[in-house]
C-alpha cells in the first residue's frame, strides 16, 4: 500500500512520543515519516484535532518537571512536532457516525478525535487508551508498532519517487501534483515527455557506452535485487497492517467524508473548480445551484475542518507555528 490510511493522533500518544524525543535527543517513528509540508509524494500525513494539540500543551509543564529542560521541550514540540501535525478542527454536528456517539458517552474529551477519525476512515487511530474508543474495534497492536509500520510505508513511498525513471517530471509533480502539471503543459505534451524521456533512456543502453551501463544494472540486479525486494516487501506487509488497523469507513460516506478524505490522502490542496469535479465523479452536485463552484465555495467555508489558502485553495486544516510559553 504505497498510500497509507491517514494517521489520526490521540494526545497521550504525543505526550509519551515528546517525552521519549526530549529524553532520547531522536525521532520518534510516528515522525521519522511524517510530512512536514503536507506532501502526499513523501512521508505520511499525521492529523489531529484542537484539542489534542491543547491537551498536549497543557502536559508540557509535567514533562519540564520529568525532564528537566524547559528549553529542550519547548524546542522538540515547536520544532520537531508542531511542523508535522496538521491540525482539523471538526463540526461535531455535521459528522453523523454512531461510533462517535459511543466514544462520547464513555469519554466526552475524545469526542472531537473520534469525529476527525470517522471523517478520515478508513483511518489508523493512534490512542494508548483504547477503553474510550471502544466503539471503534480497535485491536491490541501496540501504538508504536503502528508507527513503525508507517515509518516504513513512508521509506518505500520516498524510495520510490526517488528511484523515478523521470526525475525532472516526479519532482515537478511532488511540489505541484501531477494534475497541476498536466494542466499546465497539457496531457498529450507531458505523456510525450514521459515518452521521450524514457525512450531515450531505453536508447542510450543500446549505445557503446550504454551497453557498460546495462552491463552495471544487471550486475547490480543479481547482487542486490533479491535483498531490496525483501526489503520492499516488508514495507509492503507493513502497508497492509495498517490497512488492517484503520477504522472502517462509514456507510454510506457523505460528501464531506469524500471530500476530507481526498484531500488527505489525495491531494493536499484542490480549488473549487476540483472540488466540484470530484463530487460529481461520485454523482454529486450542488442541487438548484445556478454557479456550482460559488456553491462549492459557500459550502466548504461552513464547514471547520477545510482551510481556504492562496488563490482560492482548499486543504484540510492548517499546520501550527506557535509555540506557548
Known sequence: MLIPAPLVVDADVLIRNLEYAVKKDYAPALLGQASGTYSLFTGVALFATPQVVEETERHLPEIVARTG???????????????????????????????????????????????????????????????????????????????????????????????????????????????????????EITLIIGLILIGAFAWYLTTQRGQRVRGQLMEFGRIYGPPLMAEVEKRIDAGNRLTAFAVDEPVPQTPLNLIARRLAVGEPSMTSAEIVRELAMHSLSFRGAKNQVTAARAWLARHACFTEGPRGHWSLGFYRAAVPD
Do not use: C, Y
Open 69 to 187: 529542560n524547559r528549553d529542550e521541550v519547548a524546542r522538540v514540540w515547536g520544532e520537531m512536532f508542531l511542523p508535522r501535525i496538521r491540525v482539523v478542527p471538526v463540526d461535531m454536528g455535521e459528522i453523523a457516525d454512531q461510533r462517535i456517539d459511543g466514544v462520547t458517552a464513555l469519554h466526552p474529551n475524545d469526542a472531537p478525535t473520534a469525529a476527525l477519525a470517522a471523517l478520515l476512515a478508513p483511518a489508523v487511530l493512534l490512542t494508548d487508551n483504547r477503553k474510550h474508543f471502544l466503539p471503534f474495534g480497535l485491536d491490541e497492536t501496540k501504538t508504536d508498532a503502528v508507527a513503525i509500520d508507517a515509518f516504513a510505508v513512508g521509506e518505500l513511498r520516498a524510495g520510490l519517487q526517488a528511484a523515478s525513471i523521470v526525475p525532472r517530471v516526479s519532482a515537478i509533480a511532488a511540489v505541484e501534483g501531477s494534475k497541476k502539471l498536466v494542466r499546465a503543459l497539457g496531457p
